[in-house]
């Protein structure tokens, strides 16, 4: 038998009828103990990305998925210090030798924040809804993809077996709901479920935090729960606020108005390291900048949709795209430095899943010789303005759509389009809201499009949206960022996915990023650094704990640690102890700067694949 046990927990109080409950087990002595909220106070944080829905079934983005990890918590998280599998609800788990039986041992001291215990019948009912009902299985199917039966023989066990080994059976991290909620509203919605955007606030779940209300444009609002069985959040709440410009968040937090602001620019990132109350928090990146490239679009049976240029069904084309343009150039001028030069799907960060193209595999370094070679063998004949043709005489005239939100994504698409024009293919670089690009996804009206994902400890996910399952059943319902299907690669998908040695795993893994590289559809340009901000006026130092531990993270984690582990500011020191609530949830309201329109707005399945996870 494997088994995993953790240390015993401290005896914290239950959870009552107020507040929420995120269930999550500490899994580290680094995370701080806990103490008693101050009162009134508030972490006030800038987001600029609107959520798609509050729904747990459904949620993709990482707006929405970060917000709902401090609400439902999952039978097994992501330690603090190390970002290993930790406990969550399940206090410890084991498997036999075959490893087709999982049997989850939950904690007994859990209740809903309606007062309900939780139970294994809330686990077995979520699971299950999710492999029998496709519209729940939108966010978090591939987690259950190998699921054969699972079962409660008792109110705090969970037996799960399988049709075949599943390595991601300690990294299930699917929010757990109750299932005397969540029952009615599904047999309420039938067909409609999946466009459920779960605006019935408060909600009920099970973690440190309660999501009590939304202000259409301008702010989500979490309550923490004072008796929450793994000690109470530093914070009385926690408050998303909204500005559509990543400048006017900076100024908001210089001022005071905000606590804490991610996805920094390099710029902005250097302007604010010093400045008195400001503390900068520089990582290794989690995610990977990209363009993917429509080869084609296609439903799961086949049927051709969109309007992709038919000379990019060519990988003679793609892989020319991919030589000719100079990824470092990308990190220099379009970053300031603050990334990585990218290879492989996956960042560096994640170690031994790493890979990046060596030796004889590095068929498409940097080369816009080879590039321009490659292209006159294959046909690809110049007209007289310098643009090229291909052999079925369509001229290569690409559309690029690139966020203009994200200046480091519009900084790079100015070079790839000097770039491209060196091999004669003339780009029109459409700089466009997200909502524009998503849009343009979704339709497959699009030549090049940036992209990129938030990668998880278990890569599994990323690679998941590539195989032929994730094309879209019809125009609209794609579940990745690529009209990708190919069979070497989706037998190798099952086969990381079926072995429990993690080394070999690993080397499957890079067989994964190998076909996704070569076949240049998926193309990584960099693995930009975390840049993020916040008051120390506002927040103690060394409260607001990164993951992991050492060079990580604060927004992003994979778990709630770091916004419930917060403390605020000492009174005296200059800082006001935190950000009193019915001033941080008013102030603002005529500075803020509205996404356009002023809504507020659910895009199910309509948001850009750049902030998915």
Request: proline fraction near 6%; aromatic fraction near 8%; include cysteine.
């Amino acid at each position: 038998m494997h088994s995993h046990h953790p240390p015993p927990a401290s005896p914290f109080r239950r959870a009552a009828t107020t507040g929420t409950a995120l269930l999550l087990i500490v899994g580290t002595a680094a995370t701080p103990a806990a103490a008693s909220p101050a009162a009134g106070t508030t972490l006030t944080v800038a987001v600029a990305q609107q959520v798609d829905s509050f729904n747990p079934f459904t949620a993709q983005l990482a707006v929405t998925t970060n917000i709902l990890s401090h609400v439902y918590d999952p039978l097994v998280t992501n330690d603090q210090a190390t970002a290993a599998p930790a406990p969550a609800l399940a206090e410890s788990w084991d498997t036999g030798e075959d490893g087709l039986t999982w049997t989850f041992h939950l904690r007994d001291d859990v209740t809903f924040t309606d007062g309900e215990p939780l139970t294994s019948d809330d686990v077995v009912w979520t699971f299950t809804t999710i492999m029998e009902n496709e519209a729940a299985a939108i966010a978090n199917g591939s987690y259950v993809a190998g699921f054969e039966e699972v079962t409660a023989p008792d109110d705090h066990t969970v037996v799960i077996e399988l049709t075949e080994p599943q390595a991601t059976m300690t990294s299930l991290t699917v929010p757990i709901v109750p299932r005397h909620v969540w029952e009615p509203i599904v047999e309420r919605e039938g067909d409609a479920f999946s466009d459920y955007t779960g605006e019935d606030l408060p909600s009920v779940g099970s973690g440190p935090f309660v999501l009590t209300a939304h202000d259409r444009g301008q702010s989500i609002t979490l309550e923490a729960d004072p008796d929450h069985w793994n000690g109470a959040p530093g914070f009385d709440a926690l408050v998303f606020r909204y500005y559509s410009e990543k400048d006017a968040a900076v100024e908001a937090l210089r001022s005071g108005e905000v606590s804490f602001v991610y996805e920094l620019t390099a710029a902005q990132a250097d302007a604010l390291d010093g400045v008195d109350d400001i503390a900068v928090n520089f990582a290794d990146g989690k995610r990977f900048q990209a363009f993917t490239v429509n080869p084609g679009a296609r439903t799961r049976d086949g049927d051709e949709f969109g309007d992709g240029h038919p000379a990019l069904e060519d990988v003679t084309l793609r892989r020319a795209i991919v030589m000719a343009i100079d990824n470092q150039e990308i990190v220099d001028k379009a970053h300031g430095g603050r990334a990585t030069a990218a290879g492989g799907y996956i960042p560096a960060r994640y170690g031994e899943f790493h890979w990046s193209p060596e030796g004889g595999e590095a068929i498409l370094d940097f080369d816009p010789d080879a590039a321009n070679a490659a292209l006159d063998d294959a046909g690809y004949e110049t007209d007289d303005d310098g643009v090229r043709v291909s052999p079925d005489g369509d001229r290569l005239e690409l559309r690029m759509h690139v966020h203009q939100d994200r200046p480091d994504n519009v900084s790079a698409g100015k070079i790839i389009v000097e770039r491209l024009a060196d091999i004669g293919v003339e780009v029109e670089n459409l700089t466009v809201d997200p909502g524009v690009l998503s849009d343009a996804l979704y339709a497959a009206e699009y030549d090049l499009i940036f992209t990129g994902w938030t990668v998880n400890p278990d890569p599994d996910y990323v690679f998941g949206i590539h195989t032929c399952d994730a094309l879209p059943t019809e125009p609209g319902t794609m579940q990745g960022d690529a009209y990708f299907c190919d069979e070497e690669y989706d037998g190798l998908y099952a086969d990381q996915l079926r072995e429990y040695d993690r080394g070999a795993r690993a080397e499957i893994i890079h067989d994964l990023q190998r076909v996704l590289y070569e076949e240049a559809v998926v193309n990584v340009l960099t693995y930009p650094d975390i840049r993020e901000a916040y008051r120390t006026d506002h927040v103690r130092e060394g409260t607001l704990l990164t993951q992991p531990a050492e060079g990580g993270n604060i927004w992003g984690q994979d778990g709630y640690w770091a916004f419930w582990a917060a403390r605020p500011a000492e009174a005296g020191r200059g800082g006001s102890g935190g950000v009193p609530t019915a001033v941080s949830v008013g102030v603002g309201a005529v500075a803020l700067v509205l996404v356009a329109g002023g809504g507020f707005l659910f895009f199910r399945n309509r948001a850009t694949a750049e902030d998915r996870e």
